[in-house]
């Protein structure tokens, strides 16, 4: 762009050749210029209705003073009520965690007064220097408000797996073969080789035997499902008792049995009567704990239950 300028003062107009560049550069300065000469006015104008105590000036003065502590004090309310949620999520997770950690202490079998989650844990330490403390900021607060909660929300997340895990281990302990089938008599062949009670020749014993009175109460070892209520050829009158996991106990040589298949049994609860049935020489319970079908020691889970 050229600008000419013409004067009397000058012999001869001048030429000036000025860029886009330098225009944009002065339209800049000028707007610059203007933000400065109008916060100086705004600035003075302050001083003056301070100074001076102009009414028209104060009462301007006292307006925007109080939009500004208007526009502050609803910031501040919406900075409360997001607190006020985040701090509602925390303490719905510290109540989830307290639930998770009585319940797991009972599991873990750790006395109520040794771990209490609904105290406040002691806390202390000797007082920092007055230089050394200063005042946290509402960034930092929320930042660290943050972080708590993630933590919180981490935390509750692995103890209810925890808790979750103990349920399943404490359901697998119950479905286990723990609980004598009968409470009175001996035991008159144990698990393992013997000589053969008709054969007098070595042969393996796949469970236990329990000798007492035709009639007397045997119950089930373990809770579960029965599965079979029949007569058979060598066993007599026998139960099986489907725990789960592949876990099986058998009741044998029954006088009678008391249940029927498909029902659900309890552990402790009676399911026939000691007999004489099958291959017998006289009044006993042949008691069996099979896996997948494969005969175990019974004494391995008897004396789990003591």
């Known amino acids: 762009m050229n600008i000419i300028i013409v004067s009397n003062k000058l012999a001869a107009p001048r030429s000036y050749n000025v860029s886009h560049s330098q225009i944009a550069m002065m339209g800049v300065g000028l707007v610059i210029a203007m933000f400065l000469f109008g916060s100086l006015m705004y600035a003075f104008t302050l001083r003056q209705a301070v100074d001076t105590k102009n009414p028209y000036l104060q009462s301007v003065l006292s ?15 919406e900075n409360l009520n997001a607190l006020a949620v985040k701090l509602g999520e925390m303490q719905a997770r510290l109540m989830r965690i307290d639930a998770f950690g009585e319940r797991l202490s009972k599991a873990a079998g750790i006395k109520p007064t040794e771990f ?6 002691g806390r202390g330490g000797p007082s920092a220097d007055v230089k050394e403390q200063s005042d946290i900021t509402l960034e930092e607060f929320n930042r660290q408000l943050a972080e708590l909660s993630l933590l919180l ?28 089938p009968v409470t009175t008599g001996y035991h008159s062949s144990n698990y ?107 004494r391995q889970f008897l004396q789990i239950g003591g």
């Not at 307006?63 to 309310?77: A, C, D, F, I, P």
């Not at 981490?154 to 609980?179: A, Y």
């Not at 007397?216 to 489907?242: F, K, L, Q, R």
Request: glycine letters at 12%; charged letters at 25%.
């Open 63 to 77: 307006g925007l003073t109080r939009k500004e502590s208007e526009k502050n004090q609803v910031m501040m309310r």
């Open 153 to 180: 929300e981490d935390r509750g997340d692995k103890l209810g797996v925890l808790d979750s895990m103990l349920m399943q281990e404490n359901l697998r302990k119950k479905s286990l073969p723990t609980v004598l």
């Open 116 to 121: 209490k989650f609904s105290e406040k844990p």
């Open 192 to 298: 393992g080789y013997r000589l053969d009670p008709f054969s007098g020749r070595k042969a393996f014993h796949a469970g236990i035997d329990f000798v007492a009175p035709i009639g007397t109460s045997v119950t089930t070892a373990a809770g579960g499902v029965v599965v079979t209520s029949e007569a058979h050829g060598e066993y007599g009158n026998m139960v099986e008792v489907d725990h789960g996991n592949g876990l099986v106990s058998r009741y044998a040589h029954l006088s009678k049995s008391l249940v029927k298949p498909g029902d659900v049994v309890l552990k402790g609860q009676q399911i026939a009567q000691v007999g004489t049935t099958g291959r017998s020489t006289g009044a006993h319970l042949h008691f069996e704990v099979r896996e997948s079908g494969v005969a175990l020691n019974p």
